[in-house]
T-cell receptor, first 114, second 115 residues
C-alpha cells in the first residue's frame, strides 16, 4: 500500500507558465509534508515544506497548498523556468512517531520548455 | 561544509560479492538514513539511525546491514550482492533540533551494478 502517491509521472509546461505538481496521501497520521527537487546524477535537495496546521506556504516562485480533508497537496511554480526541469518528490512525515523519517512518492518529472 | 558525502560514486559487483558504502556528514546531525532508488520509483528507506551506536530497519532492509560507530559516519553493507540490489543508493541526514527536523540533506548517490 503506497501511502504517498504522485499520479503524474511527467509534466511538460512552457516557460513562464504555471507548473502544478500533485501529491496524495493516505495516512492520517502524516502532519508534515515536504517537496524535494532532484537533478540527474545528484541527490535530492529540499525545496519547500508545510505543516498540517497550515494550508499554504510560499517561498518565492514556489507555493505549496495542503487540503487535509482531501489528503492532497500541490506544488505551484510560477513562473516556470527551464532550470526548474527536474524530478520532484513529495514526502510526508508523522512528527510524533518518526525520528525524522519521511515516506516518499515516486516523483514527477517536470520539463519546462523554453 | 561538504555536507553529505558518499563513497564510492559507482561500483560494479559480481553476484555474491560483498561491499560497504560509506556515508559521511559534517553537519553534526543526529539522524542518518540509507535509501535506494530504482527507475521510476521513489526513495525507499533501507535502514536509519537516530544517533551514534543505534540503527533501525526501514522499509526494505533485507540483504543489507548498517553500522553507526561514529556520529558522522553511517555505513551500508551488502554481504552477498544480488542483481536485485542494482540501484542508486542515497544517504541522508537530518537534525531533530532544526525547527523543520524532517528536512533531510542528501548525498550525491552511489550507483551500484550487480552482475
Amino acid at each position: 500500500d503506497q501511502q504517498v502517491k504522485q499520479n503524474s509521472p511527467s509534466l511538460s509546461v512552457q516557460e513562464g507558465r504555471i507548473s502544478i505538481l500533485n501529491c496524495d496521501y493516505t495516512n492520517s497520521m502524516f502532519d508534515y509534508f515536504l517537496w524535494y527537487k532532484k537533478y540527474p546524477a545528484e541527490g535530492p535537495t529540499f525545496l519547500i515544506s508545510i505543516s498540517s496546521i497550515k494550508d499554504k506556504n510560499e517561498d518565492g516562485r514556489f507555493t505549496v497548498f495542503l487540503n487535509k480533508s482531501a489528503k492532497h497537496l500541490s506544488l505551484h511554480i510560477v513562473p516556470s523556468q527551464p532550470g526548474d526541469s527536474a524530478v520532484y518528490f513529495c514526502a510526508a512525515s508523522a512528527r510524533s512517531t518518526n525520528a525524522g523519517k519521511s515516506t516518499f512518492g515516486d516523483g514527477t518529472t517536470l520539463t519546462v520548455k523554453p | 561544509n561538504a555536507g553529505v558525502t558518499q563513497t564510492p560514486k559507482f561500483r560494479v559487483l559480481k553476484t555474491g560479492q560483498s561491499m560497504t558504502l560509506l556515508c559521511a556528514q559534517d553537519m553534526n546531525h543526529e539522524y542518518m538514513y540509507w535509501y535506494r532508488q530504482d527507475p521510476g520509483m521513489g526513495l525507499r528507506l533501507i535502514h536509519y539511525s537516530v544517533g551514534e551506536g543505534t540503527t533501525a530497519k526501514g522499509e526494505v532492509p533485507d540483504g543489507y546491514n548498517v553500522s553507526r560507530l561514529k556520529k558522522q559516519n553511517f555505513l551500508l553493507g551488502l554481504e552477498s550482492a544480488a542483481p536485485s540490489q542494482t540501484s542508486v543508493y542515497f544517504c541522508a541526514s537530518s537534525d531533530y533540533r532544526d525547527k523543520t527536523g524532517e528536512t533531510q540533506y542528501f548525498g550525491p548517490g552511489t550507483r551500484l551494478l550487480v552482475l
